[in-house]
């Protein structure tokens, strides 16, 4: 169970928000009170749960106080909703859908024993509040971080945190990972999943293992990112940096982390904007399209255990396990296609005599689908993409990439990797949400500029 001192972090948090605000420049602000809360709060089970509304998390928690300091400081400027059409109604879908999971599921579920029980109105009420506190980072970022030098304050956020956290890191790797047990007097999750090949991956404050090797994914790609851009003496400093982050990312010992390295960091360093922000695209077309291919048949299962089989037969019987959870899972969620069976666990598949339940969800996907159904599905992942799918249209159309930020495609390469990544694991944090907002933010002023300059020619040719 969490102790004093975590619960206590928790309640000082938003006075932590504060500082912040007042200190830094609010873009600023906002990158560093999200980032810090995200690597050094503790996480679930350490929450404040109080009735009729949503747990108070270290995701949810710390997205309300930036929130209520930027509407403090800028209320004026603070626009809830993109000048997109598709995005606003994406982002509306997403808070609501969640009622229409509610009164579709009005009825128990019942296996063996265990009776899951129907959900009500107020359920709803608060599934609809969550979602909107998920949306806050992407809010604030689609206001607050739209120029070209906040983008690379993000980046410079997540080269500056992994160097810092890279320490703990590292610590866990030699000691074993106890950090959030020593500070927080708890373990957030099975510790036989930290050991790996022989030695320890490092969990930290995060979610598992597999967080901590996204985080430093993120981190490895900034200084990547920061280093082809750089001259001088910061150039050396950054190539070093690079590589001391690759180092600490193999440590983290998670084999699609370090794939994906070695596709990232060259199309960093080497890749054309264009190619950049096409592979983004694909990537993200992937994530959001994978449940219709793999309900087609479409996804090579056989041929990707065979290749995982030849790497790593324990991972490749792993991978098995997830594709076969999959298929079930899927099963189940097709009995509520649209909106899903709700939260209390109704997704699941469960024992019908002892009601102990057979299923485990690691990917985000069908997690979600069986949560909140094709819809609620939709509404995230195409939410979360359409900043990239964005930037790949008008990359067709002819775009000049001369007069586009030099960290537009990084930071569409880092997001398009994250939401590749939700297909086997549930990697969506604060940061994803940022990311996507900033993106978006940064195109739609940059085409309201445009506008504005193509109006003022216009008048002076008049």
């Not at 509407?71 to 509306?92: E, I, Y």
Request: charged fraction near 15%; proline fraction near 6%; aromatic fraction near 12%.
């Amino acid at each position: 169970m969490p102790n004093t001192l975590a619960y206590l972090v928790l309640a000082l948090w938003p006075l932590v928000t504060i500082f912040i605000f007042l200190r830094l420049e609010i873009g600023r602000a906002v990158i560093w009170s999200l980032l810090l809360a995200y690597l050094f709060l503790p996480p679930p089970p350490a929450m404040f749960d109080f009735p009729m509304m949503p747990p108070l998390s270290k995701e949810t928690l710390p997205s309300i106080s930036a929130f209520l300091m930027a509407w403090a400081m800028r209320g004026r400027d603070l626009k809830l909703l993109p000048k997109s059409v598709a995005a606003r109604a994406l982002m509306v879908v997403f808070v609501v859908s969640p009622m229409a999971t509610v009164l579709t599921n009005d009825e128990p579920v019942i296996w063996g024993p265990v009776v899951l029980p129907s959900l009500r109105l107020l359920e709803g009420i608060a599934l609809m509040v969550n979602q909107a506190m998920l949306l806050m980072p992407f809010v604030l970022a689609q206001n607050f971080l739209t120029r070209e030098s906040d983008q690379r304050d993000i980046l410079v956020a997540l080269l500056l945190a992994g160097l810092v956290y890279s320490v703990p890191m590292l610590v866990e790797v030699r000691l074993s990972p106890q950090l959030n047990t020593w500070v927080y007097g708890y373990f957030q999750h099975i510790f036989e999943q930290m050991i790996r090949d022989g030695g320890y991956r490092p969990i930290v404050f995060l979610y598992h293992g597999l967080w901590v090797a996204m985080f430093a994914l993120m981190a490895l790609a900034a200084a990547a990112a920061l280093f082809r851009e750089a001259d001088g003496r910061p150039k050396g400093y950054l190539m070093i940096a690079t590589g001391y982050l690759w180092a600490v990312l193999v440590l983290c010992k998670s084999m699609a982390s370090i794939a994906y390295s070695l596709v990232l960091v060259p199309l960093i360093l080497f890749g054309g904007r264009l190619m950049q922000f096409r592979v983004a695209a694909l990537l993200a077309l992937l994530a959001v399209g994978y449940p219709v291919l793999k309900g087609n048949g479409l996804i090579p299962s056989d041929f990707l255990l065979e290749q995982a089989t030849a790497v790593d037969p324990e991972r490749a019987r792993s991978l098995e396990f997830r594709f076969d959870n999959e298929d079930v899972l899927m099963e189940r969620a097709l009995e509520k296609p649209a909106f899903g069976w709700g939260s209390w666990g109704r997704n699941h598949v469960h024992d019908p005599v002892s009601g102990r339940v057979l299923t485990v969800a690691d990917g985000r996907w069908v997690i979600t689908i069986g949560v909140f159904g094709w819809v609620g599905y939709f509404a995230e992942f195409a939410l979360l993409a359409w900043p990239i799918f964005i930037l790949a249209a008008r990359g067709f159309k002819g775009l000049d990439v001369a007069r586009v930020s030099p960290w537009l495609g990084p930071l569409a390469l880092i997001l398009g990797f994250n939401l590749f990544d939700l297909l086997p694991n549930a990697t969506i944090t604060t940061l994803t949400w940022l990311l996507s907002g900033s993106m978006l933010g940064h195109l739609e002023t940059v085409r309201l500029i445009r506008k504005q300059r193509e109006r003022e020619t216009l008048e002076s040719i008049m």
